[in-house]
């Protein structure tokens, strides 16, 4: 049974960093994309950053140049650094990672950047 564990969520003073991490343990294979999603009091869960088997990145427009998505695919690993944080960046942050046959999500992460 795969799960994704995550890690590194807190609370930080604007302006802070913080490094998420996000493990998948168990039998997984060929996973195509590792994302991030986030999710604030009230609002839509959102896509924050996302990084292919090849490297590519893309990401939310409110954290361009501020978040960087990194994976190590011995590991079954994302990270998401995330400097310069701001208030409107709280949320719980989720991890998610696609292979050909199922999406994969973990349990999430509580991020809160106090002003």
């Known amino acids: 049974q795969v799960q994704l564990v ?12 913080l490094r998420l991490s996000c493990a998948a343990s168990g039998s997984i294979f060929s996973i195509n ?7 604030a009091p009230g609002k839509q869960r959102e896509l924050v950053a996302a ?3 090849g490297g590519s990145t893309n990401y939310a427009d409110s954290v361009k140049g501020r ?3 990194s994976r190590e695919n011995a590991k079954n690993t ?4 995330m400097n310069s944080l701001k208030p409107e960046d709280t949320a719980v942050y989720y ?3 696609t ?6 999500w973990g349990q999430g992460t509580q991020v809160t950047v106090s002003s």
């Not at 995550?6 to 960093?17: H, K, M, P, R």
């Not at 994302?78 to 650094?81: A, D, E, S």
């Open 6 to 17: 995550e890690s590194g969520g807190g609370l930080v003073q604007a302006g802070g960093s």
């Open 33 to 39: 994309y590792m994302r991030w999603y986030r999710q």
């Open 51 to 53: 990084i292919t088997s």
């Open 67 to 69: 978040f960087t998505i």
């Open 78 to 81: 994302v990270y998401l650094q």
């Open 95 to 97: 991890c998610m990672f």
């Open 99 to 104: 292979t050909v046959k199922y999406d994969y």
